[in-house]
C-alpha cells in the first residue's frame, strides 16, 4: 500500500530535549515536506526536499532542521524544543510532476511543556 | 506573497442541505488545485484536484469543485451533505517555484453537519 509514515504519532517532551520525528515513503517520490498545522492557520510549511541531499526552507523553519539522506527518509529534528512547538506535524511527499497531488502521512501531535 | 483565502471558518448545516465552502488564491500563473478533507483526528486525504481541462472536477463521496480563472476561485461543493461529512476541509494551491512544487493551504473550514 502506497503511503506515508510518520513516528510516533503522538509525543510530549519537555522544553530543550532534542527529539526525532521520522517519516519514510514508499512511493519513489521525489518530493517530501514537513507541515506544522495549528488552529485557524491551516498548514504551513517547515521545510521540503526535492530530492536526497537538497533540502529547502519554508514559510516557517526556525527551530527545526531536517536531512534527506535517502530517498525515501526526511527525518524533523528539534533540536531544542520550546512551547510554541506544540503543534501537530504532518509529512507529505509528492512526485516530481505533483500529478497525484501530495500524499500525508497520520501525523504526529507534539506537547513540549 | 502567494496565498490561499477560504471564506469561512466554521460552517453549520442540517443533514440534507447544500454546501459550498469558498477559495480564493492569489497565484497568477498556472496553478494545481486540491481540495482536502481532515476527519475528526486522522490525516489529510485528497477530495479533489484540478490540473487542466474541464473546470468542473467531480471528486470522492459526491464532492465537486469549479476552478474559474477569472476569479481566481476554486470553490468546493455538494449537493446534500451527510453527517459523516463532518470534518475540516483545507483547499491548497501549488505551483512551480524553481522547479519545486510548492503547495500552501488556506486556513480551513470547520463543517457540522447536524442529524
Known amino acids: 500500500e502506497a503511503q506515508v509514515t510518520q513516528n510516533p504519532r503522538y509525543l510530549i517532551t519537555v522544553t530543550g530535549k532534542k527529539l526525532t520525528v521520522t517519516c519514510s515513503q514508499n512511493?519513489?517520490?521525489?518530493?517530501m515536506s514537513w507541515y506544522r498545522q495549528d488552529p485557524g492557520l491551516g498548514l504551513r510549511q517547515i521545510y521540503y526536499s526535492m530530492n536526497v541531499e537538497v533540502t529547502d526552507k519554508g514559510d516557517v523553519p526556525e527551530g527545526y532542521k531536517v536531512s534527506r539522506k535517502e530517498k525515501r527518509n526526511f527525518p524533523l529534528i528539534l533540536e531544542s524544543p520550546s512551547p510554541n512547538q506544540t503543534s501537530l506535524y504532518f509529512c507529505?511527499?509528492?512526485?516530481?510532476?505533483?500529478?497525484?497531488?501530495?500524499?500525508f502521512g497520520s501525523g504526529t501531535r507534539l506537547t513540549v511543556v | 506573497a502567494q496565498s490561499v483565502s477560504q471564506h469561512n471558518h466554521h460552517v453549520i448545516l442540517s443533514e440534507a442541505a447544500s454546501l459550498e465552502l469558498g477559495c480564493n488564491y492569489s497565484?497568477?500563473?498556472?496553478?494545481?488545485l486540491f481540495w482536502y478533507v481532515q476527519y475528526p483526528g486522522q490525516h489529510l486525504q485528497l477530495l479533489l484536484k484540478?490540473?487542466?481541462?474541464?473546470?468542473l472536477v467531480k471528486g470522492i463521496k459526491g464532492f465537486e469543485a469549479e476552478f474559474i480563472k477569472s476569479k481566481f476561485s476554486f470553490n468546493l461543493r455538494k449537493p446534500s451533505v451527510q453527517w459523516s461529512d463532518t470534518a475540516e476541509y483545507f483547499c491548497?494551491?501549488?505551483?512551480?517555484?524553481?522547479?519545486?512544487?510548492?503547495?500552501?493551504f488556506g486556513a480551513g473550514t470547520r463543517l457540522a453537519v447536524h442529524p
Open positions: 491548497a494551491v501549488s505551483w512551480d517555484s524553481g522547479g519545486y512544487n510548492k503547495l500552501i
Open positions: 484540478y490540473f487542466s481541462g474541464d473546470p
Open positions: 507529505a511527499s509528492s512526485s516530481k510532476t505533483g500529478s497525484g497531488g501530495y500524499t
Open positions: 512511493m519513489n517520490h521525489e518530493y
Open positions: 497565484y497568477g500563473g498556472t496553478v494545481n
